[in-house]
Nanobody, 126 residues
C-alpha cells in the first residue's frame, strides 16, 4: 500500500525547533518531488518547502513568516524527507502535511501532487 506517514510534530516553546519527517511506505521517494504544506485553523493550506527528485534541489515558497527558519532535506537510506523548523513562533502552529508527485521538479500547484499524508500537528506555545 502506497502511503506517506508524517511524524515529529508536537508541542514546542517559542524559539524552539522541531524536525518533521515524511516516510514513504510502499514506494521509493527517490523519484518523487516531495513538499511540505501547513494549514492553520481557519486558514488556507500553504506550501512551505519542496525538494525535487532530479537534483535534490530545495525550494521555499515566498513566505516571509518562515524565511530562514526552515530546511528541507532527503534521507535516501531511510526513504524519508525531513523538514527542520527553527526559531518557532506561535503563528507556526498548524497541521503540517507532506505530499509527493513523480516529477523531477517541484510543481507550482498543489493540485499536481499524487499522494498526501495525514499530517502532524505542530503547536508552539509557552
Amino acid at each position: 500500500q502506497v502511503q506517506l506517514v508524517e511524524s515529529g510534530g508536537g508541542v514546542a516553546q517559542p524559539g524552539g525547533s522541531l524536525r518533521l519527517s515524511c516516510a514513504g511506505s510502499g514506494f521509493s521517494l527517490d523519484l518523487y518531488a516531495v513538499a511540505w504544506f501547513r494549514q492553520a485553523p481557519g486558514q488556507e493550506r500553504e506550501g512551505v518547502a519542496c525538494i525535487s527528485s532530479n537534483h535534490g534541489s530545495a525550494y521555499y515558497p515566498r513566505s516571509r513568516s518562515m524565511e530562514g527558519r526552515i530546511t528541507i532535506s532527503r534521507d535516501y537510506a531511510e526513504n524519508m524527507v525531513h523538514l527542520r523548523l527553527e526559531n518557532l513562533k506561535p503563528e507556526d502552529t498548524a497541521v503540517y502535511s507532506c505530499a509527493a508527485v513523480e516529477w523531477g521538479l517541484c510543481p507550482l500547484s498543489e493540485d499536481h501532487y499524487e499522494y498526501w499524508g495525514q499530517g502532524t500537528q505542530v503547536t508552539v506555545s509557552a
